[in-house]
């Protein structure tokens, strides 16, 4: 029998309600986000809420990149970290090990940098956070994008990969213009875009 009553007779219908189970998760967390709630995270701004659920949506798709823009202090990482409070808590309740997090800062100027998120760490977190992404030297967006290719490819191959949530404090887009930024890695990374509302317009919520 499962969480609802409902008669568990073969593995036929344990598949449907572990699927079931999958949903439930993302129309809650969407439910709970646009409400102002995420994990422990609570907010009355508006913009804020529609931030959460907008954050939610695109984490459902595992090989696409999400940039958040917000302001130091916004709460970029604590968004990430409260995702995966409610995620472990419906991967409980299905009996699976609880996600983790996988936190690389940006500050890289010599190659090698996407060896970080080759490691056997980064590979089985659900999601890996790179925070400050402006900070990658010239060498190592170049290399940063020819990773991103290589996750794609991945994932034509079946391999489960790790979700990738970029963050940043400033405006890419001018970054680019100034050529301090690689045009090919910022259209790579800000397809599924979410920016953060700044401390000062969140006076409610203080």
């Known amino acids: ?21 999958a949903e ?13 709630t995420l994990g422990n ?12 659920g907008h954050f ?5 798709n ?17 968004l990430v970290e ?5 995620h472990n808590f419906y991967r409980k309740m299905e009996g699976l090990p609880a996600g983790g997090l996988k936190v690389i800062r940006g500050d890289f100027v010599v190659a090698g940098f996407t060896q970080q998120l080759l490691t056997p760490t980064a590979r089985t ?9 402006e900070l990658l030297s010239a060498d190592c967006q170049k290399e940063f994008l020819d990773h991103l290719t290589l996750r794609i490819e991945f994932a034509e191959r079946g391999v489960i990969m790790p ?18 930024f690689s045009r090919e890695l910022f259209q790579a990374i800000t397809g599924f875009s979410i920016f953060l509302p700044s401390l000062n317009e969140r006076s409610e919520d203080l």
Do not use: C, H, W
């Open 163 to 180: 979700r990738l949530v970029i963050g940043t404090e400033k405006a890419l887009s001018m970054m680019v213009l100034r050529k301090e």
């Open 1 to 21: 029998m499962d969480m609802n009553g409902d008669l568990v007779g073969n593995s036929t219908s344990t598949e449907i309600t572990s699927v079931s189970l």
């Open 62 to 78: 595992p090989t696409v990149p999400v940039m958040i823009y917000g302001e130091a202090g916004s709460g970029k990482k604590r």
């Open 125 to 133: 977190a659900d999601i890996i956070y790179i925070e400050r992404i």
């Open 41 to 52: 995270l609570k907010t009355r701004k508006a913009g804020l809420q529609a931030a959460y």
């Open 82 to 86: 409260e995702y995966l409070v409610l």
């Open 24 to 36: 439930r998760f993302q129309r809650r967390a969407v439910e709970l986000a646009r409400s102002g």
């Open 56 to 60: 939610v949506g695109l984490l459902d």
